[in-house]
């Protein structure tokens, strides 16, 4: 079967004086039947092209579902009297929602079951779930095409009936006031998607008598809806990439006014919670790394912020829980992150130490104030994720949970490591990797995978994965570059790597790549990248750079038509990114922006082997960008070498829904690595 073409249709689109054609300008019509023809056509071809690999997709499918245990469950955590927590069945797709009064001996009692919702859908995610303070009603959100636009449902939990209360297009951000009657929630904008809107609705009153409560003129900002730890205060909090602004109202008086915690202030962010008679505050307030501050609630502007803990230049203060008799702080230093207890009684502090060398661990889920035991999260590239309970004053630690890997899993046969690769600039860029010590050669010929993202201040922590062992048991080497545009390293590193210096995230990854190359981890022949979203348009962007270092590339949901979609302010995300990428209105980042742009830097050369991936619904990156890419690389590209495109035409952003249904569309990933090196059985 030969490659799709995508006829020609030239659009003129002119910037700053500056001309450009695009001749798939016209793939942007969703109803446009000659788009839909082609994207089935480009997911027929790639079909028809791995038919061979059938078989094995469907036996790499089984072999990471059967590491999965089918019939398990979250570790419950107490609130309110209750023991929640999430729970799977054999055989079923979705999660059942699930309580038990009083203790974990009690009867199990299941107010959502998901698969029954979800029967004969092709797609449905159930976003948040919130029970009324007296616990007699559930508000929960479902999404059932895949676009994040959510309808909120209300269950009345004494009966189980599903109530006639239905309120649609929401971003599924709700919280309830303490009345058990006041749902306040997020609505987006219908065609930019922005969550713009904040309302209030009544129990049982029509939805055109809904209340608006706020509403985010701003397009730079958005705007959600939630709740203090201690629930007497609910929240607005506005943001845009570079400043906040909270409003804040006691729960108790839904009908009341909020209140504004700290004008909006360029550069300004902040995020509060609430302890006594005190605001508690991150912020970047002089403080690039940003610190705690305390306010009082009664004038909890700027000037009476009052410093907690102190900015320090070497440690990014990350999140923080308060308990009655402790404060917990989640930090970030070289890279790693650590967790510090703090008395309040003032007594000496501690912090929880951890001993692999590259790891990932986080502050869990801790409802409740008055108790000393902090629940944590952990795990790192060799070891699964992992629920401890941690005693503050005992100092024990117990493991409450570890994830199974069902047929065994021995973590002495892998080894992880961090290592560290010198930029241009002379920075140095950390790289996380494992592999299976017995497949691991030193003579520069081990295949691969080398995973990263590098935006929006997003840290790419080492993460355990037990479908990841498919390919380390193959003799694939995986690696996550943690390059600047990520907060890695601290706000700095972020900064490094976004508007007019976010050329330094495509060099960091490159100057990563070339170093496990010298070092002789892989070879050009044996490399391999893949990135999501914004990691797609690092995959874009690195393979125009330097399309020689990597075998094969996978870009999944690619944000690559970056000028084209940061002129359009109609499209979701646009007006809010400015401050991610720049604004091309302004002619120095329009330029700066086309230097690296993937689908404006297409040229007739040589490409690696690519396996791009989309979704109809996508409503973070709009499918058409990565068809269009598709379409002019298969029109410039002079090499023969594999050329992908596969549209789930019934997910979006985040792909298949479900839990095993995402394998499916990762054994399609890892079937493509494997082909090209050739370790499919015949």
Request: net charge negative.
């Amino acid at each position: 079967m030969q490659a799709p073409k995508a006829k020609k249709i030239a659009q003129l689109l002119e910037t700053h004086g500056h001309q450009r054609i695009d001749n798939y300008y016209w793939m942007r019509e969703r109803e446009n039947p000659e788009v839909i023809e082609y994207l089935n056509a480009e997911n027929d071809y790639l079909k028809s092209s791995l038919k061979s690999t059938e078989k094995f997709q469907e036996e790499l499918f089984q072999e990471m579902k059967s590491r999965v245990k089918e019939d398990d469950e979250s570790v419950p955590y107490l609130k309110s009297g209750y023991y929640w927590y999430v729970k799977y069945e054999t055989g079923g797709e979705y999660p059942l929602y699930c309580r038990k009064k009083g203790d974990l001996e009690a009867l199990e009692e299941v107010f959502l079951n998901v698969n029954s919702l979800a029967e004969g859908k092709a797609y449905y995610q159930v976003g948040g779930t919130a029970a009324t303070p007296n616990l007699n009603t559930l508000a929960f959100a479902a999404d059932a095409v895949g676009r994040r636009i959510y309808e909120i449902h209300f269950k009345d939990l004494e009966t189980g009936d599903i109530l006639p209360d239905y309120i649609p297009a929401t971003t599924g951000n709700f919280v309830w006031a303490a009345d058990n009657q006041t749902l306040f929630y997020s609505k987006q904008d219908p065609d930019t998607l922005r969550s713009f809107q904040i309302y209030s609705h009544k129990l049982g009153s029509p939805i055109a008598e809904d209340r608006l409560i706020y509403e985010e003129k701003d397009e730079e900002f958005s705007c959600v809806v939630h709740k203090t730890k201690s629930e007497k205060y609910i929240l607005i909090h506005s943001e845009s990439t570079i400043s906040s602004e909270m409003r804040f109202l006691d729960s108790s008086n839904p009908s009341g006014e909020f209140t504004l915690l700290q004008a909006r202030i360029p550069y300004l962010e902040y995020a509060a919670d609430h302890y006594q008679d005190h605001f508690w505050i991150r912020t970047n307030h002089e403080a690039q790394n940003f610190k705690l501050v305390k306010a009082p609630i009664k004038s909890p502007g700027v000037e009476h912020w009052e410093d907690v803990i102190e900015h320090r230049d070497t440690v990014l203060l990350e999140d923080f829980d308060i308990f009655s008799h402790f404060l917990v702080v989640q930090e970030r230093s070289k890279g790693l992150c650590k967790i510090n207890i703090k008395p309040w009684d003032g007594s000496a502090g501690h912090s929880l130490e951890f001993e692999d060398e590259t790891y990932t661990a986080w502050i869990s889920t801790n409802p409740e104030f008055d108790t000393s035991i902090l629940r944590f999260g952990y795990n790192s590239l060799v070891t699964p994720a992992s629920t401890f309970d941690y005693h503050m004053v005992t100092k024990e630690k117990t493991l409450l949970k570890q994830q199974e890997i069902i047929g065994g899993y021995d973590s002495t046969q892998y080894t992880s490591a961090r290592i560290w690769a010198k930029a241009d600039d002379g920075v140095m860029v950390p790289i996380s990797l494992v592999y299976r010590i017995d497949k691991f050669s030193p003579q520069g010929e081990n295949p691969l995978l080398l995973y990263s993202y590098g935006s929006y201040g997003f840290s790419m922590d080492a993460y355990f994965s037990s479908s990841r062992l498919s390919l380390l048991d193959r003799g694939f080497v995986f690696a996550i570059a943690h390059i600047r545009g990520g907060e890695d390293l601290g706000r700095i590193w972020y900064e490094d790597g976004k508007m007019l210096k976010k050329r330094n995230t495509f060099t960091d990854y490159i100057t990563c790549a070339e170093y496990l190359i010298s070092q002789k981890y892989t070879s050009p022949s044996h490399l391999y990248g893949m990135g999501g979203s914004a990691g797609g348009l690092l995959m874009g962007a690195v393979m125009n750079m330097r399309p020689d270092l990597f075998n094969g590339l996978i870009a999944a949901v690619p944000f690559v038509d970056v000028v084209t979609t940061m002129l359009d302010e109609s499209i979701p995300l646009t007006t809010g990114e400015f401050q991610e990428w720049g604004n091309p209105k302004n002619k120095d980042y329009y330029e700066y922006m086309l230097s690296y742009s993937p689908y404006d830097n297409v040229e007739a050369k040589d490409y690696p082997n690519l396996l791009i991936t989309s979704g109809l619904h996508d409503s973070q990156v709009q499918y058409w960008e990565p068809t269009k890419w598709v379409a002019k690389l298969r029109e410039m590209k002079t090499d023969s070498k594999l050329l992908f495109l596969h549209t789930n035409m019934d997910a979006g952003h985040g792909g298949a829904s479900g839990r095993f249904n995402s394998l499916k569309e990762m054994a399609l990933e890892y079937t493509f690595l494997l082909y090209l090196e050739g370790m499919i059985p015949g």
